[in-house]
């Protein structure tokens, strides 16, 4: 699973450490994000820092999935898990990559979606 985090949302002072994403329990994408199981390998595709042209890949194992509010109160499911590598890339090669093109259109935008199924080999 992809996840888009193109707003660079830090997760740690809400959630705590352990988290890497987060989705609102209302939003379409829920159903597809539940369907991870522990053990099961995600990637939170973000920018590097301030830059548009740089994107941050950081690979996680899923330790777990919790149901907690956010820092406005809406309830979220909270993904849990231990990193174990961040890629570093143009956003031009990572749409092009096999392993992360999914989470962006065909113009390299990051889509809409907030989590797509892919399955990264690392």
């Given at each position: 699973?992809?996840?888009?985090?193109?707003?660079?949302?830090?997760?740690?002072p809400i959630y705590g450490p352990d988290a890497?994403?987060?989705?609102?329990?209302?939003?379409?994408?829920?159903?597809?994000?539940?369907?991870?199981?522990?053990?099961?390998?995600?990637?939170?595709?973000?920018?590097?820092?301030?830059?548009?042209?740089?994107?941050?890949?950081?690979?996680?194992?899923?330790?777990?999935?919790?149901t907690n509010p956010d820092e406005k109160g809406a309830a979220t499911r909270v993904f849990?898990?231990?990193?174990?590598?961040?890629?570093?890339?143009?956003?031009?090669?990572?749409?092009?990559?096999?392993?992360?093109?999914?989470?962006?259109?065909?113009?390299?935008?990051?889509?809409?979606?907030?989590?797509?199924?892919?399955?990264?080999?690392?």
């Amino acid at each position: 699973m992809i996840f888009n985090n193109c707003r660079n949302r830090d997760y740690t002072p809400i959630y705590g450490p352990d988290a890497f994403y987060d989705i609102d329990l209302r939003h379409r994408n829920i159903k597809l994000a539940d369907e991870l199981s522990p053990g099961d390998t995600c990637v939170v595709a973000s920018y590097l820092g301030n830059s548009k042209t740089h994107v941050k890949l950081s690979w996680y194992v899923l330790a777990l999935k919790t149901t907690n509010p956010d820092e406005k109160g809406a309830a979220t499911r909270v993904f849990r898990g231990t990193l174990i590598k961040t890629e570093t890339m143009l956003k031009v090669d990572a749409v092009a990559d096999n392993r992360y093109r999914n989470i962006f259109t065909v113009k390299g935008a990051f889509k809409f979606e907030q989590a797509v199924r892919s399955v990264p080999n690392r």
